[in-house]
């Protein structure tokens, strides 16, 4: 066991931008690293220059500044619509990639997959064939071993990040060429490659975020429903409903479903092999340059 515990935090610590670092105050203590784990962080630390969050379990969390951005879209379907305006009030931490295998493992130490050889080669890919509901008692798990709150992202917070300030269908432009940004049907599934690529392999959105678009759909906290018409501050969906909210594309989804303002829907237990998550971190108060930074 402990043998898989190494092999998987030095598989972790090979993520793009995921090292051990030197933690910001209120995530020094977090979790239970084991002997096994000190060892292999301790042989793959380095200096993080933008001082990103890492915690004990491999997860890489950069830091999003608080501020406005127009929601929606007037190019997709119909419930990308109205485009309205949306405050985010508070900045947030949100994981750079989505939740690897290896990750899941770490915390809930018990493989759903019959053979754990699976999961040692490939520990680095996306979390896949998860329903919100599967996300909500990881994220329990997690905050109870950690001692810190973790969640997912409402769908506000999500297109947010994934915009990182862009205005156009995709964060780095219009075109329906994602090859550089995405795995989707055009380098995956039509190369009949048939499933998720190693997380964090292509280029990242201007706020450091791994793909956002492609890959796996992400769950989010929202139940879905209509976007209302006009300004909306930290927006956290419809307080009901049958349906919860997926979004950024998949593998094996065309272009368009990859928009930044796609949005999906799905039973909170459907568990698609394409559904994923990734995670924001709650933090009990801001660093003090991050405090600055957005006063």
């Not at 042989?43 to 220059?49: G, H, N, R, V």
């Not at 008692?137 to 990182?164: G, H, M």
């Not at 759909?217 to 409903?241: M, N, V």
Request: proline share 4%; net charge negative.
């Amino acid at each position: 066991m402990k043998k898989i515990i190494v092999i998987l935090i030095m598989a972790l610590a090979l993520l793009p931008g995921t090292g051990f670092c030197e933690q910001p105050g209120d995530l020094k203590q977090a979790g239970d690293l084991n002997s096994s784990s000190i060892i292999a962080s301790n042989l793959l630390s380095k200096k993080c220059t933008s001082k990103p969050i890492v915690n004990p379990f491999g997860m890489r969390f950069n830091y999003i500044k608080l501020g406005t951005f127009q929601m929606g879209s007037l190019y997709g379907s119909v419930d990308e619509g109205p485009v309205h305006e949306v405050t985010i009030s508070k900045g947030f931490y949100i994981q750079t990639t989505e939740l690897t295998k290896g990750q899941w493992y770490s915390v809930i130490k018990s493989p759903d997959w019959e053979d754990v050889d699976i999961l040692i080669e490939s520990p680095n890919s996306p979390l896949e064939n998860v329903s919100w509901e599967d996300a909500q008692v990881f994220i329990d798990k997690l905050n109870q071993k950690s001692k810190r709150k973790y969640r997912l992202p409402t769908e506000a917070e999500w297109e947010y990040a994934c915009r990182a300030g862009s205005k156009t269908e995709y964060s780095f432009g219009n075109s329906k060429d994602l090859s550089s940004f995405a795995w989707y049907e055009q380098n995956v599934y039509y190369e009949g490659k048939n499933k998720a690529q190693l997380a964090g392999q292509k280029e990242p959105n201007a706020w450091g975020l791994y793909d956002m678009h492609g890959n796996v759909w992400e769950w989010c906290q929202d139940w879905f429903g209509g976007y209302q018409l006009g300004f909306a501050t930290d927006p956290t969906g419809s307080e009901s409903g049958h349906y919860r909210v997926l979004r950024g594309g998949s593998w094996e989804s065309f272009a368009d479903h990859c928009r930044s303002a796609n949005r999906g829907i799905a039973l909170p237990d459907d568990n698609v092999i394409s559904y994923g998550f990734r995670l924001v971190f709650v933090p009990e108060k801001l660093e003090e340059d991050q405090q600055e930074a957005v006063k």
